[in-house]
């Protein structure tokens, strides 16, 4: 409502001091030399007139037409005659600002488009005062429209999470969607979107900043997981968009799920074969040291006994077991909004199948011969996943 008022009120000044504008022009002949506006002067100053003639333009007397233009004075008459026009179009863009949280779009977009197309419009008689009104209730659009991307910004990185927060997506993630959706509806028709542009670079950056902020000691779950989800929710909700100023902010959002994923995985997947993991890692760490590959098996903490005795811990049965366990726990924390178990439990497996071989490669060169090897195959653990996701 308030964006037909104000195309209204817009659609109604031009044709008003467009007339106004012509009267005073041929009414003052204001397109004499300057001999015939002194005596122009004159004769305001001793008939009745609706301009003062302490208030006539000091341009009418000292000016020419050659030298000054003939706007000059018949800018500063509609001025006059007009004084109250802009202090009540503040007045009203105010009130229009105020109708929705983001009113301040609207009232943009309608100002710009509407200054467009007056000032390209060949058919209208062009109005330097009224030009110049549109031009400082547009500057003042745009100030309100800074000042609430302002806020926005401040509101999204000092939010603080609810303190029952589990996971899913974040207020401030949810909020930065409400808005591009809703600028981008106002803006869809616009001619011109430079600000809006700014605006979402500025609110993305924001929103980045609210989640890179996150710590685990305001969240229940897994921090990795929660990173992971919004950055992917952003990246989908981008990729949905097409906005093009922010490519460049979805590419980043895809590249930070993929390092959170990838920290999701290999922290979880440290628990089905922690001790596992815990071993062959000071296997590499003392390879890593100088130790030579074949005499890693003469070191007392890493001998071919404390080897068996880990592997023991392990049988298939209780793998299988612990990644059912895996899975029902990724299963319960996940968002089912975003649907990333899947994609997930995927990457868990290639994750898994990776330290799998690993472990394998690590046996046959540092333990060659001992005849040691893990209580499941390949094929085991590829039907362990295999089973798991079809009952699932």
């Not at 440290?270 to 890593?288: D, T």
Request: hydrophobic residues 40%; contains cysteine; charged residues 25%.
């Amino acid at each position: 409502v308030s964006k037909q008022m104000l195309e209204q009120v817009l659609r109604e000044l031009q044709p008003l001091c467009t007339a106004e504008q012509q009267f005073i022009e041929k009414f003052f002949q204001l397109s004499q030399d300057a001999a015939d506006l002194q005596v122009l002067e004159v004769s305001v100053r001793t008939t009745s007139s609706p301009v003062p003639s302490a208030s006539l333009p000091s341009g009418l007397i000292r000016g020419s037409a050659g030298t000054m233009g003939l706007e000059g004075p018949t800018t500063q008459l509609l001025s006059e005659i007009f004084s109250c026009l802009e202090p009540e179009l503040r007045g009203f863009l105010d009130v229009c600002n105020k109708v929705h949280p983001f009113g301040c779009l609207q009232v943009l977009v309608t100002l710009n488009d509407s200054i467009f197309e007056m000032w390209g419009s060949s058919s209208a008689l062009s109005s330097s005062f009224l030009n110049t009104v549109l031009g400082n209730m547009l500057l003042l659009a745009k100030s309100s429209f800074n000042k609430c991307i302002g806020t926005l910004c401040k509101e999204i990185e000092e939010a603080k999470m609810p303190s029952e927060m589990k996971g899913g997506i974040l207020p401030s993630v949810s909020c930065f969607e409400e808005f591009v959706n809703f600028s981008e509806e106002v803006f869809r028709t616009a001619r011109r979107r430079g600000e809006l542009d700014k605006a979402h670079l500025r609110l993305a950056s924001s929103v980045f900043s609210s989640i890179n902020s996150l710590s685990s000691a305001n969240l229940k779950v897994n921090i990795d997981m929660v990173m992971m989800e919004n950055f992917h929710h952003i990246h989908c909700f981008l990729c949905q968009k097409k906005i093009h100023c922010l490519e460049g902010k979805k590419r980043e959002a895809r590249q930070r799920y993929s390092e959170h994923m990838e920290k999701y995985v290999i922290k979880y997947l440290g628990q089905p074969l922690e001790k596992l993991n815990h071993f062959f890692e000071g296997v590499k760490a003392r390879v890593a040291q100088g130790v030579k590959e074949e005499e890693v098996s003469f070191q007392l903490a890493y001998s071919k006994q404390e080897l068996r005795k880990v592997i023991e811990k392990y049988p298939g049965k209780e793998v299988k077991r612990a990644l059912e366990t895996l899975y029902r726990k990724i299963h319960k924390y996940l968002s089912p909004e975003e649907n990333l178990l899947p994609v997930v439990w995927h990457a868990m497996e290639q994750e898994f199948i990776r330290q799998y071989q690993e472990f394998e490669d690590l046996i046959q060169r540092c333990y060659a011969g001992s005849g040691i090897a893990m209580d499941f195959t390949m094929e085991d653990l590829l039907s362990y996943f295999n089973s798991i996701t079809l009952s699932n």
